[in-house]
């Protein structure tokens, strides 16, 4: 469904970000994007979307095709049109209008007629039902949690073939991250929507993923199927917090594997 094929990316012309970036997205999938604070994984995920623009940058080589058609520095509203929908960092929602009219928001591109929204809006609560309980309340003033179910479930009524989901489970609780997660791979089975998903919490993405990409600096510097990436001892150590007998590493261990980097040797 997704290719990019060797990207880079430039800010203002001048600061390079993404230094080749190479990713694929099959068709009903699930893929994640692991790496620490600066690897690049929200420029990825906003060269696809071509939010980009918004930020001074351009992809200044290579390609990103979406179902055989390259989507390189469109307009974000083109690449919306063509069934892929962005989920930023942030839970970015209209903090003034009702957790229901935010919803609604999402089905702009699809349609401008309110009477057509009421069957993807139904749609949306039987995933979230905690939205339909407080949808007449002031999304502003809603906890983090259910922000983070609100702007899922807007970009759901867009009908998108694939969601890029940027750090969904930034500053929740556990018990909330599992349920989120749930809801992410639940959707995924039912509606075979497909997914590219930013993380830092590397052990709940590689749990519902097919595939993961591991970023540093601008780089894919590994790249595996879930299963092995669960098993390979630098992630284990690196992004999971385990040394190789089970036992949580301290920060002062693990920051020491930017001077190590088995994994380009």
């Known amino acids: 469904m997704l290719v990019v094929d060797n990207i880079e990316v430039k800010y203002s ?20 994007l692991l790496g620490a604070n600066g690897a690049g994984k929200t420029t990825t995920l906003r060269a696809i979307s071509g939010l980009l623009r918004t930020q001074l ?3 200044t080589q290579g390609d990103i095709l979406f179902n055989n058609t390259s989507i390189t520095n469109k307009n974000p509203e083109t690449i919306g049109s063509m069934g892929i929908t962005q989920v930023m960092e942030g839970r970015r929602v209209l903090e003034h209008l009702t957790v229901e009219e935010n919803i609604r928001v999402g089905a702009y591109l699809r349609t401008k007629r309110l009477s057509k929204t009421r069957p993807d ?8 039902p905690r939205l339909q309980q407080i949808s007449t309340r002031t999304a502003g003033y809603i ?5 983070q179910m609100l702007v ?13 989901l940027d750090e969904p489970s930034m500053g929740l609780a556990p018990l909330l991250v599992k349920e989120i997660f749930n809801i992410i791979l639940h959707i995924n089975e039912r509606e075979e929507t497909s997914f590219l998903l930013v993380e830092q919490n590397a052990k ?9 990409y591991i970023m540093e600096n601008g780089r894919i510097v590994l790249d595996d199927t879930s299963e092995k990436l669960r098993e390979n001892e630098d992630i284990k150590e690196f992004y999971l917090g385990l040394s190789n007998v089970g036992q949580t590493k301290s920060y002062r261990d693990v920051k020491h594997y930017k001077r190590r980097k088995r994994w380009l040797g």
């Open 204 to 212: 709940v993405a590689l749990s519902i993923a097919s595939y993961g």
């Open 57 to 59: 940058g351009k992809v």
């Open 121 to 128: 809006l139904e749609r949306v609560f039987k995933y979230f």
């Open 143 to 147: 906890s983090g949690g259910e922000q």
């Open 13 to 32: 012309e001048v600061i390079l970000v993404l230094k080749g970036i190479s990713l694929q997205v099959p068709n009903g999938h699930i893929i994640t």
């Open 152 to 164: 899922i479930g807007r970009a759901l009524m867009s009908h998108p073939l694939l969601m890029l």
